[in-house]
């Protein structure tokens, strides 16, 4: 493995009295793809969260190292500029403001400076018709109205804009119609090929990964890591399910 | 001299404690400003009302003929006491459609009254954008006479610093099948103090008719006064209403969300006090309006 | 000043109805309308301490400077100086039914007050007209410190000081002119002191029957939860009808320490020619709990807006209502909030039916404190309207003053949907029985709350209300 991007040691994370994070161990390279699998309610959004800081999950123990540096006090905001990114499984609506507008407002936060209009709406156009996704969702408000696939859309386009080094796709490829996932996938392709920025892959099915090279593969149970492998585990949990897994 | 006057009386008194049933103020003789009339049909007016001296009062008489739609905008510059009296008359399958931006002095008092009756299809739609500079208190009543008519208020306002927005709104269903659909959204800063009431009132006959009122607050400073007083009152038995009001900080959803693109709780209040003024802005469609709500906007805050 | 008005008050007395003896049953009755004569002697009548007779006639005062509110439903109909205060039954109150006067025990019976004793309580008293007739509490309840009195006993016994320390702290005459009233006349009611502690598994219930024509009903509920102990109390009411106004104006005062919970049931059902104007107050304390549940049925005209002062952090409360306004009645209910303390709660979920001309309006007031930090409340208030003859009013009203606050309110109106009606219909059921059943649902918010025996009683009262509405 290249050098460590992500380095999570014995993360025990709790919501409100109950333990759903039980001391997890997880490192991603840097330019590297990652897959979380494992049935629902084990914890795999959980430790997205945890990832990200969202405060309602609060980590008792262990520690989440990115890029060599220990964030697991940091502010939500303060690991989304140092390049953390979460696509949400259920998009917030937000209504008043502007997909275009949120779009610009985080990337002046992260560069401290006001975006020169004319490039950012030239690069914001492209995109948009990268994802297939009509122009005028730009000034829309952000997230409401939108449809299953174009929320999901919408993330994967704040993705490509905001340029993370490390992206954590929550389940992004559930509940979409089989060209939905495709365009998603294309959009995750250009992220890696584009930025070489890593991604933690959170999902339950495999559709989303067609179009990926996957580095390493991780199956969550119970709020554990119970296996680590390559792309081969995929194709096998792919063929036989969670449970084979219990006889290992 | 002044006076001290009770204005946007509550239809229906509640417990006098909680201070919502009227508001008293200080007013006296003001300047004539004049009357304006509009009944030109498929156009649109923009009038320019500035106050002068102490006190200044403005009426404007605007009228729909049967089938045509008016559109007029109103720019209402308070210097120090501006009273403006718009009044409606909307004939059978007329509209108007009226949108008041207050671009006031600091320490200016704006008052609106609004005033409209619609007769059979005829539609109002109002849209007042209160912008954080004086205090306002604005008064509308409204009559939905004619089966059919319908009535639209889209309100946004930003109060800060000692700022007071009072606000009156009181929309009677007297034909059959009437609509009306009330949406206000603000911010409040500092130690702005609000109350906004909200009435549908369902009179007898108005059956099959329709009314919605939803009101959404963010409470951003230390020292801010929220009231709501959404009120349905009902005489008739096929009608549907409906009301609803959120009321606090920005939820905590929304801050995470706003915070994982890496923007700042600080900065995230700031463009949620935006958002309601500007989605509103947004549904005006003129860019004129727009661009002079959204250059004041970034002057206030 | 005060000797004028007494003079005044004293030659407006209508003398005609002085000590009237009620011919059926023997009672005490004093004569209408209210002066410091009449006060003073019903104090001596019922042997007031001191410093009560005082407290009575300071409460005439108030009532007398007091304006008569000047929102809510018209109360023009109630004529003071035709109300007689006091009414005492011929009896002595007694701890076991037997001694009761047959008349009056027969009365109880019918509304079956012994029987759900028997089986599902933990102590009963009763009340007719301006005394209790009947107090008793189990054994089992009394051993563990539990004291459920009658008031006027509570007030002379061993838990005098208590009682003084706390009656009428929390309503006081101030609040409004009926809340002088009562303190000017109040009799009867109970006194509820629950130790550290203590939890009740079974309910205790008072219920008040006011049987005297033209009279008032002034009773006393001074209820104390102590410290991490648990009650539910139960209060019924009722009323024979007559062609002339009879009055209630009763107090409750609620006392709930740290960490204790009441649950406060009542279903009200006094004869429409009542005007209910009844106070109900909670002073809640770290991490206390109070529940409201409340079905609103009879009264010509009822005010009633049981109110929650949520004083200490984290404490809680929650209303749920149910009122049905038919023909003649204007039921003005609600509630009202407090936020004081810190991280505190409250949830109101109400609904209303309007019937045969039947005004119902639902008025509530969320009051959240500059202090009162992480304040959460939720209001939700549905209406049905059953016909165009009636009326439905929602009136609340939100005073917020902190920003660290999460408040939401919904209200809804509407009628009853015709394919909700069909449904039942095609399924083999009458219109009449298919809208009782929807109505009784509609209020299911209450009756999923009360012991099964009143909710039994409360969809037999909707069922009732219901009968002959399709016309």
Known sequence: MSKALLEIQNLHVRVEEKEILHGVDLAVGQDETHVLMGPNGTGKSTLGYAITGNPTYSVTGGSIIFNGEDITELPVNERAKKGIFLSFQNPLEVPGVTLSAFIRSALEQKTGDRLRLWDFKKKLKETMALLNMDESYAERDLNVGFSGGEKKKAEILQMLMLEPKLAILDETDSGLDVDAVRTVSEGVRLFRERTHGSLLIITHSTRILEALHVDAAHVMEEGVIVRNGGAELVDEINEKGFSSLKED | MNDTILINRLPTRTWNRLGVNETAIAWGQADDLGEEKITAAGQTERLEITGSGERGEKTVDIHAPAGQTVTVFETLRAEKGLLVRTALHVEKDAKVRLVQIQNAAQDSLLRLETSGECAENGQVELIQVLLGRGDVYSDGQFELNGNGAGFTAGIGYLGQKQQTVDMNLVVNHWGQKTTSEINAAGALKDDAQKIFRGTIDFKKGSAGSVGSEQETVLMLGDGVVNKTVPLILCAEENVVGNHGATIGELDEDTLFYFESRGISAAEAENIMARAAIERLARTIEDEAAQAAILSELEEVL | ?471
């Open chain 3, 1 to 471: 000043m005060a000797d004028l008005k007494e003079k005044t008050y004293v030659e407006d007395v209508d003398r005609s109805v002085y000590d009237i003896r009620d011919a059926e049953n023997d009672a005490y009755r004093m004569e209408s309308g209210l002066t410091p004569e009449i006060v003073e002697k019903l104090s001596t009548e019922k042997d007031d301490p001191v410093w009560m007779q005082q407290f009575r006639l300071e409460s005439l005062q108030i009532y007398n400077e007091m304006k008569i509110p000047n929102w809510g439903p018209s109360i023009e109909g109630l004529d003071m100086d035709h109300i007689a205060t006091y009414v005492r039954p011929n009896t002595k109150m007694r701890n076991d039914w037997k001694d009761v006067p047959e008349d009056i025990k027969e009365t109880f019976e019918r509304l079956g007050i012994p029987q759900a004793e028997r089986k599902s309580l933990a102590g009963v008293g009763a009340q007719y007209d301006s005394e209790l007739v009947y107090h008793n509490v189990k054994d089992s309840v009394a051993a563990e410190g539990v004291v459920y009195t009658d008031m006027e006993s509570a007030i002379k016994g061993e838990y005098a000081d208590m009682v003084r320390k706390y009656f009428m702290k929390l309503v006081t005459p101030h609040d409004h002119k009926f809340a002088a009233l009562h303190g000017a006349v109040w009799s009867g009611g109970s006194f509820v002191y629950v130790p550290k502690g203590v939890h009740l598994s079974i309910p205790l219930q008072s219920y008040f029957r006011l049987n005297a024509k033209g009279a008032g009903q002034f009773e006393h509920t001074l209820i104390i939860v102590d410290e991490g102990a648990s009650l539910h109390f139960i209060e019924g009411c009722s009323a024979p009808k007559y062609n002339v106004a009879n009055l209630h104006a009763g107090c409750v005062e609620l006392y709930v320490k740290k960490g204790a919970k009441l649950r406060y049931s009542t279903i009200e059902n006094w004869s429409k020619n009542m005007y209910n104007l009844n106070t109900k107050r909670a002073l809640v304390e770290e991490g206390g709990t109070i529940e409201w549940i409340s079905g609103s049925f009879g009264s010509h005209v009822g005010c009633l807006y049981p109110m929650s002062i949520l004083k200490g952090d984290n404490s809680r409360m929650e209303f749920t209502g149910v009122t049905f306004a038919g023909a003649g009645q204007n039921l003005d209910t609600g509630a009202k909030v407090v936020h004081v303390g810190k991280n505190t709660s409250s949830y109101m979920n109400t609904r209303s039916i309007s019937k045969s001309g039947g005004i119902s309006t639902f008025r509530s007031s969320v009051v959240v404190e500059k202090g009162a930090k992480g304040a959460k409340s939720a209001v939700s208030c549905q209406s049905l309207m059953l016909d165009s003859e009636s009326r439905s009013d929602t009136i609340p009203a939100m005073d917020i003053r902190t920003k660290d606050a999460a408040i939401g309110h919904e209200a809804k109106i509407g009628a009853i949907s015709n394919e909700a009606v069909f449904y039942l219909m095609s399924r083999g059921m009458s219109e009449e029985d298919a809208r009782a059943m929807i109505v009784s649902g509609f209020a299911d918010n209450v009756s999923k709350e009360l012991p099964v025996e009143y909710a039994v009683e409360m969809n037999n009262l909707i069922r009732l209300e219901m009968k002959g509405s399709i016309g």
